[in-house]
């Protein structure tokens, strides 16, 4: 039609020329300005993640979808250099059905024969590289979570029969039995004693996403607990959680350093032991330095960890290193000194070992 006005075409892609008319002056920068700013709060409805439905046709993602186990899935992501994530287990397991294509214009994510261990989010974004270093364009990501439904499988299933989470009073813990079917009805209950945990949607929250969501841990909170699932036949039950309160210091690892023997004689066998107390989940990487090292004297070093109960319901992770001298000599005598280093920090400890 003669004199339909531009806008009635396609929306615009972000970052694309906007049309100008030419038939009077305008200021270029403010509409500009504004139209960048709308590109980027809308970042969720400009998203760069399709699905392939028929030949030649192509569906923008929600924020949720749910497909049937047992059906295949292509997913397009727009750009020339893209970066995907979706569930871990797939890359753990090397799992065949999983294919990813960078094209020319485009990246493609095919999962073949899905079943409902393959539930979860699946993501893309474009990466911006200068020379080797690279990182994340914000402005141009797609996200969403897939449920494949499966009657027979209502709980995503997992590797393992029991899991530990840690209850730690900083932040929210998570008991993590997400369900295939976002409709079905889910319930938490502690085995001793027998009884079902109220969920008052405040402290106690479910999310079909992520599982039940403990917003303030306590010790009350502690046990031995799992999730029942109901939607339109038997109810199923997941797998145990033990829930372990946790309560120790943020910050570098609290460590000690103990001597088998602060005077050895030649020949003797000299142990030196490095401990750390901290957070159950808290990794600890230790180094040492000692008196033979630039000499390449040969040590033994070993570590280790293990849960202790420290009562009231508390729970610590013990790492130890453990480095040995089976045959001591004069090149051994010095400091002996050990370096442990968590995400928070790193701390040194030294002790000393004469003749």
């Not at 070093?301 to 420290?310: E, G, H, K, T």
């Not at 729970?315 to 400091?335: A, P, Q, W």
Request: with cysteine; hydrophobic share 30%; aromatic share 8%.
């Amino acid at each position: 039609v003669i004199g339909q006005p531009v806008k009635s075409k396609r929306p615009k892609e972000p970052g694309e020329n906007k049309i100008k008319p030419i038939n009077k002056k305008v200021k270029p920068k403010t509409p500009r300005m504004k139209e960048r700013e709308s590109a980027d709060s809308s970042l969720k409805s400009q998203s760069i993640l399709t699905q392939v439905m028929d030949k030649g046709h192509f569906q923008k993602l929600a924020a949720t979808l749910s497909l049937a186990a047992g059906q295949s899935i292509e997913l397009r992501c727009k750009g020339s250099n893209v970066t995907w994530n979706y569930p871990s287990y797939l890359d753990t397991f090397k799992d065949s059905r999983l294919s990813i294509k960078q094209l020319d214009r485009y990246s493609q994510l095919i999962l073949a024969n899905s079943t409902a261990a393959d539930t979860g989010e699946y993501s893309c974004w474009l990466q911006l590289c200068s020379g080797n270093k690279c990182r994340k364009d914000e402005t141009k990501t797609g996200s969403t979570y897939i449920f494949f439904t499966d009657k027979e499988e209502l709980f995503v299933p997992t590797p393992s029969y029991f899991e530990i989470v840690y209850l730690n009073p900083d932040k929210p813990a998570v008991i993590p039995c997400r369900v295939t079917t976002p409709s079905a009805k889910v319930t938490l209950h502690r085995e001793f004693p027998a009884e079902e945990i109220e969920i008052d949607g405040t402290d106690i929250i479910y999310d079909a996403k992520k599982g039940f969501v403990f917003q303030h841990p306590t010790p009350d909170h502690k046990g031995i607990v799992y999730c029942k699932a109901e939607s339109q036949g038997a109810p199923q039950i997941s797998i145990k959680y033990h829930l372990l309160y946790v309560e120790v210091p943020k910050g570098p690892p609290s460590t000690t350093i103990a001597v088998s023997s602060s005077r050895a004689g030649l020949g003797d066998r000299v142990h030196v032991i490095c401990t750390v107390l901290g957070e159950p989940d808290v990794d600890v990487n230790f180094r040492w330095q000692y008196p033979g090292q630039e000499s390449e004297r040969p040590v033994i070093i070993q570590n280790f960890w293990r849960l202790i109960n420290r009562g009231i319901g508390h729970t610590t992770r013990i790492s130890k290193s453990v480095l040995l001298v089976e045959d001591f000599e004069d090149i051994d005598v010095g400091n002996y000194v050990c370096i442990a280093q968590n995400l928070q920090g790193e701390t040194t400890v030294a002790t000393k070992v004469e003749l």
